[in-house]
């Protein structure tokens, strides 16, 4: 009998400690994995699940499908290294004091969300471009690099990154229990571009683009310039596809929260680092299967790029007070995987705060172009703070703040030989102190409404709201302390003074100077 209690007491007692180390196991927080994945210079609606035919896109596509498209994701600055900032900080770039500029010094006070999680569990690294350009020290913003596998690119400035492979070879080398981070940074569709490529190589004809947008030339040389754009966001979007497929050969694809997005808009006129839809408003695609319900939603709540650290996270169980991280400016977008319906599932994510300080070279003492604003559903309001500067940078430096490129080069010679300046004035012109634009009647930001006395009302109301929330952010430019911007150093040699040292006669390569985009008055006012 004894003989008998024993047995079964000792199977009892197995049990109990069964039960409580599986009690213990289910309390202990299961995090996913999280692949970001930035495309460099790529503008909202240029995916195909945006309804854009004339780029295939079917690996954003998928993660689309399977999980939810964000219809209005706004960078507030859109550039790639205060773009990038924003991101790993989840604050404003005004808030980030040099790192509010492009080629920075990247201050020493802000931690990124992937330092904090692989200080809490999770196995770090990215691939091609991770927070720049600029010198973050030997810290690794973005984890650890995984660039060295090569392949062979189909043309000269596409990068010969393998980054496909490049996730294969973290993914081998990451310990069994740990969840990952990784920053999948393509350097396209970023220029220079194969003149040419995407009829040749991709197979484009300039037929198949419905409309070009009003503020460019509609002419064949802008668009093989849109094909070349199309090229080279394809090819982005084909490691993106290996990935999915690596992570679903390997049975992580369900527990991977993958985020597709861009840094800012496509690099020509009018768009990449300035102010306007093109700019600003980016694709947005999120996928984890085991965290979002009802997949296939489509979100037109606002979201910011602040809020991906938040989101970060939150997901990654990291409580924010011991993390070491500034306060974000975001909030998470755990509430929207959670919700039931798509369309607008928070009423406070009605606008974004957007703005800019110092950018790229060509203008004198490098200053550069401070600019605010307010996008919501109805209006973009957007405020110059120094009118007598020159947006896309100087005409005698060739407007350095814009890439050089075919459609530029077509609008610089539409001016120099016809004299027509619609076009220019939209890019390279001078701007009033005040922008307001009607998204819905102007989508293309066209007809300025700040200058119609009857919209006055409306645009008081929006200077208002934005500069409530700067100065609750503690915007410098809201204390008459704007200045400190433009004197923060570059972080490269041929950057500091450019300008001055140009005007003086000096030389430099032709990365930073392309002389087919200089205007013939270099005195011009």
């Known amino acids: ?39 460099d210079d790529l503008s909202f609606p240029h995916t195909g699940a945006y309804g854009t035919d004339w780029i295939k896109t079917p690996g954003f596509d998928r993660v689309a499908k399977e999980g939810l498209l964000f219809t209005r994701a706004y960078t507030p600055n859109a550039k790639c290294s205060p773009s990038r900032s ?70 000269p400035y596409i990068s010969p990154i393998d980054y496909a492979g490049n996730f294969e070879v973290f993914l081998d080398q990451k310990p069994e229990e740990e969840p990952f981070y990784f920053w999948y940074g393509s350097f396209e569709p970023h220029r220079a571009y194969t003149y ?21 030339p509609d002419n064949d040389s802008v668009r093989n310039d849109l094909l070349d754009y199309a090229f080279e966001t394809e090819y982005f979007d084909q490691h993106l596809v290996k990935m999915l497929a690596s992570l679903e050969k390997r049975g992580l694809l369900e527990n991977t929260l993958i985020v597709v997005t861009a840094d800012n808009g496509m690099p020509f006129p009018r768009v990449k680092g300035q102010g306007y839809e093109y700019s600003n408003h980016l694709p947005l695609a999120i996928r984890w299967g085991k965290g979002i319900k009802n997949p296939g939603r489509v979100i037109d709540d606002f979201v910011s790029f602040v809020d991906f650290s938040p ?33 607008k599932t928070d009423p406070s994510r009605n606008a974004v705060l957007i703005g800019k300080e110092r950018h790229d070279i060509g203008r004198p003492d490098d200053q550069g172009y401070p600019i605010r604003g307010m996008v919501n559903e109805e209006y973009t309001y957007i405020h110059n703070f120094e009118t007598d500067r020159w947006p896309g940078g100087n005409p005698e430096t060739g407007y350095l703040n814009t890439d050089g490129s075919p459609t530029k080069t077509v609008i610089l010679n539409q001016r ?12 390279f012109g001078k701007r009033p102190q005040e922008e307001l634009y009607d998204r819905k009647k102007d989508p293309y930001g066209l007809n300025n409404l700040a200058l119609h006395p009857e919209y006055k009302n409306v645009k008081d109301a929006l200077k208002d709201e934005l500069f409530k929330q700067l100065k609750a952010q503690e915007d410098p430019r809201m204390f008459g302390n704007g200045p400190v911007f433009d004197n923060y150093e570059y972080s490269q040699d041929i950057l500091r003074n450019f300008y001055n040292r140009f005007m003086e006669g000096e030389k430099f390569n032709t990365r930073w100077v392309n002389e087919s985009d200089y205007e013939v008055d270099f005195n011009e006012k």
């Not at 020493?108 to 973050?136: I, R």
């Not at 490529?197 to 460019?216: E, H, N, R, Y």
């Not at 120099?416 to 890019?427: A, I, P």
């Open 1 to 39: 009998m004894s003989m008998r209690f024993g047995v079964w007491g000792g199977l009892l007692v197995a049990v109990y400690v069964s039960l409580v180390s599986c009690k213990q196991k289910e309390e202990v927080p299961v995090v996913p994995n999280i692949l970001f994945v930035i495309a």
């Open 196 to 216: 040419g490529s995407g009829a040749a190589l991709g197979g484009k004809t300039i037929d198949m683009i419905d409309k070009v947008p009003p503020f460019w």
């Open 416 to 427: 120099r030989v016809s004299g027509e300046l619609k076009y220019w004035n939209l890019s």
């Open 86 to 155: 924003i991101i790993i900080t989840g604050r404003n770039s005004w808030q980030l004091e040099e790192a509010a500029n492009h080629v920075p010094f990247f201050p020493e006070k802000f931690l990124s969300h992937v330092e904090v999680l692989g200080d809490n569990g999770y196995f770090t690294g990215f691939t091609g471009k991770g927070w720049a350009p600029g010198d973050a020290g030997q810290r690794e913003l973005t984890g650890k690099r995984f660039s060295d596998l090569k392949m062979d690119a189909p043309t």
């Open 311 to 343: 989101t970060f996270l939150e997901v990654g169980k990291v409580d924010f007070d011991s993390s070491g991280m500034a306060a974000f400016a975001g909030k998470s977008l755990q509430p929207i995987f959670e919700a039931e319906e798509g369309g």
